[in-house]
């Protein structure tokens, strides 16, 4: 398999005007050359995209606030709580649809079979409305440009958050399948992602939800993901895969809840990539840095069959971020899971009873 990656400057530095990121995607870009991973990786930097390019989702009054951000409609448009509007505003949100959307386009001309944007995943946008740190939805633009050619797209979301913003855009149709494994609790953000929201009209049955409470573990979130990936790849049959594979629901993560470790995720993309279709891996959540770092770059190296060693490297500029252990395993810890075998195998049942509805 071939694996690209979009490596780019910009797209480090316009995220890290997000505080709740600061400079993940630069201590990401770093340590994967300081384990020489980059050298294994295909690196292709950013193909602009202008802001008529964000119409193909986002309304036009929402991409005219973006160039001309007045305060007084602000929250309107969904920006003021967790989405600061800051000075060019159309610019960031152009480059951060740049780096996914030139990832689509590695796929649809053959370039790679494994298209990375680590700095990708903003899956709470809506058509017209900013939310939880999603500015525009990358994922949604990317999924009508490889529909272009890929007429079946899956998508998958691993995020501790439900997908809800590319639910919404795609509940109508039976061209995209969502599937997004994720917590759900009273109070929790988004509050949405029932495992009875199935999707409307044509599009029924092809909205998958697995919500799961607190302190779900690697046991839990893989079983649930091996008992409904094969069975949704079955039903719906897609030509390309997209995955969001937000790192918040890692041990440790402040807005997060989840005890997972780096190779359930890991685990989880690799069941993906095996399913030889073109697949489209974008990051999302993370909040602890250097957690999530560490969990993109172990997944890079699998996808890629490398080795890592037990120790970041010192040569790193960020080493110190990675203390006080400074090791590249993400230990599980003693949250309790308050996941019972007797609830999540009934949700199982439902989802595959919904997916049975298919085909």
Known sequence: RTVGFISDRRLCQEISRIDKYSHRSLMLQTLLHHTNLTKALKLFPLKPVSTDELLVFHSKDFVDFLSDPRPEVQEEFGFGYDCEAFDNLDEFCCTLAAGTLTAADLLLEDKVTVAINWSG????????????????????????????????????????????????????????????????????????????????????????????????????????????????????????????????????????????TPASLSSCVQRIVSEDKPVLLLGGGGYNIPNTVRCWCRITADLLGCELPTDIPDSDNFFLEYGPDYEFDVPRGRVKNENTKEEVDKIIHTVISNLGNIG
């Open 121 to 260: 995943g903003w899956h709470h946008a809506k058509r017209d409305e900013a939310a939880g740190f999603c500015y525009v939805n990358d994922i949604v633009l990317a999924v009508h440009r490889l529909q272009a050619r890929f007429k079946r797209i899956l998508y998958v979301d691993l995020d501790v958050h439900h997908g809800d913003g590319v639910e919404d855009a795609f509940a109508f149709t039976d061209k995209v399948m969502t599937v997004s494994i994720h917590k759900r609790e009273a109070g929790f953000f988004p509050g949405t992602g029932a495992v009875d929201d199935v999707g409307f009209g044509r599009g029924k049955f092809f909205s998958v939800n697995i919500p799961l409470l607190h302190g779900a573990d690697d046991e839990t979130f893989c079983h649930v993901f091996n008992s409904v990936f094969p069975l949704a790849v079955q039903r719906f049959q897609p030509d390309a895969m997209v995955v969001q594979c937000g790192a918040d629901g890692l041990v440790g993560d402040p807005l997060g809840g989840f005890n997972l």
